[in-house]
């Protein structure tokens, strides 16, 4: 089955910085890739997602990359804010199965003043 | 809009016991998925309904199954709970199965088993 890898585990920038977190996949039929954000004691929220077909999407301060040929997307957040700090978990799913998701073990973003 | 319901919220047991999750799903969303959350193995997806219908199963033990009825809601059943069971469970509803756009998730039921 599907396989997904998430660095850092641990990342911790300052307020203004970029922040960058990798995730590698397993599955070369996976097409869907979105990204999480987990505040504590709060359910996972959507932030940003990218299909196969596209090689890179942004929203505002927020930017996903995918390499289908290396197997690995990233998520891009600029100019940091304290409110960026949470759990941002990737995953992948294949055609057809967007709801069946394999999630990367989650970095913890602190974005400190 | 209301957004993906889960109840209970908290819920304590007693190894041994079997327990019954519920989530309803964003008006329209018509699938279902579960998912349970361990600081130890992180996000697994325990299974997914649609119309009804299981679509996909995670790798779980038979322990775990679940249900879905006609208004899209859904219950998720585990027998005989292992201290192991101890996790936040969540539920996320999209409108189809298979485009992941809206796929919302629930805040979850915290179930402790002692």
């Known amino acids: 089955g599907e396989n997904v890898e998430q660095h850092p585990s641990t990342l911790s920038v300052q307020e203004g910085d970029s922040a960058v977190i990798k995730c590698t996949y397993s599955?070369?039929?996976?097409?869907?890739f979105p990204w999480y954000k987990q505040e504590l004691g709060k359910r996972p929220q959507l932030i940003i997602d990218?299909?196969?077909?596209?090689g890179e999407k942004k929203d505002q301060r927020i930017a996903v990359t995918l390499n289908k040929t290396a197997k690995h997307f990233s998520l891009h957040i600029t100019e940091t804010q304290p409110e960026d700090s949470a759990v941002y978990f990737c995953?992948?799913?294949?055609?057809?199965?967007?709801?069946?998701?394999?999630f990367g073990t989650g970095t913890r973003l602190q974005v400190t003043l | 809009k209301a957004g993906v319901t889960q109840t209970p919220r908290y819920l304590i047991k007693t190894r041994g016991q079997q327990v019954t999750l519920s989530c309803s799903p964003i008006s329209g969303h018509r699938s279902v998925s579960w998912y349970q959350q361990t600081p130890g193995q992180g996000l697994q997806f325990l299974f997914e309904y649609f119309s009804e219908t299981q679509r996909n199963k995670g790798n779980f033990p038979g322990r775990f199954s679940g249900r879905q009825f006609s208004n899209s809601r859904s219950e998720m059943n585990v027998s005989t709970l292992e201290l192991g069971d101890s996790a936040l469970y969540l539920c996320?509803?999209?409108?189809?199965?298979?485009?992941?756009?809206?796929?919302?998730f629930g805040s979850g039921t915290r179930l402790t088993v002692v």
């Open positions: 995953a992948a799913s294949r055609p057809g199965t967007a709801s069946k998701l394999t």
């Open positions: 599955d070369s039929a996976s097409n869907y």
């Open positions: 990218i299909r196969s077909n596209v």
């Open positions: 996320a509803s999209s409108g189809s199965p298979g485009q992941g756009d809206g796929y919302t």
